[in-house]
């Protein structure tokens, strides 16, 4: 994780809405105010919504290489500031960035199709039908679980440790500890393996055991690909997106406190 200066008192915002009632109202209440510049024009993308209206919007417009500001109009928001109309410039010129990394996948099917995609939460692999996957874990070039039976297995960067990841008892990770959380899902077989922390820079494999018996799928955030057989999940350097946060919404503190709570 690197840090970068805060853009100056911003005039040229675009703003992202979720195609629901609250999105719509606040994406009215807000052009209304400041205008809707083109994207490709914007100092700040502003994402109105929840966490997935956020990660949307960074999977849409990461290439354009401009700075995100979640508001929360959804159900959840941890990456998100609290929403609200005023001073909105002002709020945009003292926020603090944090600059992510997402992983890229890389899955084969049984059809022999190579598809890759980006993952700012995480990458995770799930059973497709009754049976339970078989799956062999090898963390760079050595294979370190040749048969893990269970519902799935994920890989989630540091931002995405508070998602998918903690529902599957998986740790939280503060976003300067440069690792990557291995957890698996509803793990039979061996049954006292937890998962793994590993080192940012490691690629992961994964080899679907028995695929035309015990079907799975890999998902990295939107990108579901079905019947995989091989899939490869690293940290991409090359791809990064800058997320703004109010000082008092610090993104790195609000990890730290979920550590905490009851």
Same mark, same amino acid.
């Given at each position: 994780?690197?840090?970068?200066?805060?853009?100056?008192? $911003?005039? @040229? &915002?675009? *703003?992202?809405?979720?195609?629901?009632?609250?999105?719509?109202?606040? %994406? #009215?209440?807000?052009?209304? /105010?400041?205008?809707?510049?083109?994207?490709?024009?914007?100092?700040?993308?502003?994402?109105?919504?929840?966490?997935?209206?956020?990660?949307?919007?960074?999977?849409?417009?990461? $290439?354009? @290489? &401009?700075? *995100?500001?979640?508001?929360?109009?959804?159900?959840?928001?941890?990456? %998100? #500031?609290?929403?609200?109309? /005023?001073?909105?410039?002002?709020?945009?010129?003292?926020?603090?960035?944090?600059?992510?990394?997402?992983?890229?996948?890389?899955?084969?099917?049984?059809?022999?199709?190579?598809?890759?995609?980006?993952?700012?939460?995480?990458v995770s692999l799930?059973?497709?039908?009754?049976?339970?996957?078989?799956?062999?874990?090898?963390?760079?070039?050595?294979?370190?679980?040749?048969?893990?039976?269970?519902?799935?297995?994920?890989?989630?960067?540091?931002?995405?440790?508070?998602?998918?990841?903690?529902?599957?008892?998986?740790?939280?990770?503060?976003?300067?500890?440069?690792?990557?959380a291995l957890t698996?899902?509803?793990?039979?077989?061996?049954?006292?393996?937890?998962?793994?922390?590993?080192?940012?820079?490691?690629p992961v494999r994964?080899?679907?055991?028995?695929?035309?018996?015990?079907?799975?799928?890999?998902?990295?955030?939107?990108?579901?690909?079905?019947?995989?057989?091989?899939?490869?999940?690293?940290?991409?350097?090359?791809?990064?997106?800058?997320?703004?946060?109010?000082?008092?919404?610090?993104?790195?503190?609000?990890?730290?406190?979920?550590?905490?709570?009851?």
């Open positions: 994780m690197t840090k970068k200066a805060a853009p100056k008192i $911003p005039d @040229k &915002i675009y *703003f992202h809405a979720a195609d629901s009632d609250e999105g719509r109202a606040a %994406l #009215n209440a807000m052009t209304t /105010e400041y205008g809707q510049t083109k994207v490709e024009k914007a100092q700040v993308i502003v994402a109105l919504g929840g966490d997935g209206t956020l990660l949307e919007a960074m999977h849409k417009y990461h $290439p354009l @290489k &401009i700075p *995100f500001y979640g508001m929360n109009r959804g159900s959840l928001g941890f990456l %998100l #500031n609290p929403y609200r109309a /005023e001073e909105l410039p002002l709020r945009l010129s003292r926020s603090q960035s944090v600059e992510l990394y997402p992983l890229r996948m890389i899955a084969r099917t049984t059809e022999g199709d190579n598809v890759e995609a980006l993952a700012f939460n995480e799930l059973r497709e039908e009754r049976h339970a996957a078989k799956i062999g874990v090898s963390i760079d070039g050595v294979e370190r679980l040749p048969e893990l039976v269970c519902d799935g297995i994920l890989v989630s960067t540091p931002a995405g440790s508070t998602a998918y990841n903690l529902s599957a008892h998986g740790p939280i990770i503060p976003l300067s500890a440069n690792v990557l698996p899902i509803s793990a039979f077989r061996p049954r006292r393996w937890r998962g793994a922390l590993l080192p940012h820079k490691t994964f080899e679907i055991l028995e695929a035309s018996k015990r079907p799975v799928s890999a998902t990295a955030d939107f990108t579901e690909v079905r019947h995989v057989i091989q899939v490869d999940v690293h940290e991409s350097r090359s791809v990064s997106v800058t997320l703004l946060f109010d000082p008092d919404h610090n993104l790195e503190e609000r990890i730290l406190k979920e550590q905490f709570l009851p």
